[in-house]
């Protein structure tokens, strides 16, 4: 019996098909996920904050991945265990609240000493967390070595809208440009 061309080619690129697609969807499918949102309600009490503070520490905030809690010896990056007694006293005139809202908005602006800068700013992308998540960060931060004050409507430096220059120079008033033309470029 003769099969017609046609049809033996109609049936190899079937049986070709049908094989990639089985190989295909052998290879193990990994589904990816955007981070799921946290939406968090305003009456968040502060121990829901603390809570919340340190899914994001662990989670999308990535903070483990550099820090250590308790962890002592030669370190890359400074431990976080009582950090809020030292957060208190680290930057004259700044609260632990003011402190740390800092170090996450201008990671820059004070480098703890002993330690090298290349902390990323926490509210700007890869990391990108919201003003609320970095304010339940900072309850969970205040844990460490003190009591939580905060709340979802705290105001600090970063989030209060203030029109006041930043502590760093040479930032505008909520921008990063540059006040002035540096010397030497052309406008
Ligand atoms: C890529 C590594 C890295 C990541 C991620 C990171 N940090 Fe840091 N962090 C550092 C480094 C390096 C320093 C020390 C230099 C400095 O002061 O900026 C620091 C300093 C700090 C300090 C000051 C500690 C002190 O003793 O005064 C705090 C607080 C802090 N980080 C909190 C956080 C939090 C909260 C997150 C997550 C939202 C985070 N960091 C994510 C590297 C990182």
New binding site residues.
């Given amino acids: 019996m003769t099969v017609p061309l046609i049809a033996r080619i109609g049936a190899l690129v079937l049986a070709t098909t049908a094989f990639y697609g089985y190989v295909g969807q052998m290879v193990p499918q990994k589904e990816v996920q955007p981070p799921a949102e946290v939406v968090l309600k305003s009456d968040l009490t502060t121990a829901d904050m603390v809570k919340v503070g340190r899914e994001?520490?662990e989670g999308k905030?990535?903070?483990l991945?550099?820090?250590t809690i308790g962890k002592s010896g030669a370190l890359r990056?400074?431990d976080?265990a009582g950090?809020d007694g030292?957060?208190k006293s680290?930057v004259a005139g700044l609260s632990d609240v003011e402190?740390?809202a800092q170090?996450?908005y201008e990671?820059?602006a004070?480098?703890?000493p002993g330690?090298?800068?290349?902390?990323?700013p926490?509210n700007k992308p890869p990391?990108g967390?919201t003003d609320q998540e970095i304010l339940c960060?900072i309850a969970y931060?205040q844990t460490l070595g003190g009591t939580p004050t905060v709340t979802l409507q705290t105001k600090h430096h970063y989030n209060s809208g203030t029109t006041a220059a930043p502590p760093s120079q040479g930032v505008s008033p909520g921008g990063t440009q540059p006040e002035a033309p540096l010397k030497g470029e052309k406008r």
């Fill in positions: 994001i520490m905030g990535l903070c991945t550099c820090h990056f400074p976080l950090v030292r957060a680290r402190y740390f170090s996450m990671p820059w004070f480098i703890v330690f090298n800068p290349g902390m990323p926490i990391v967390l960060v931060l």
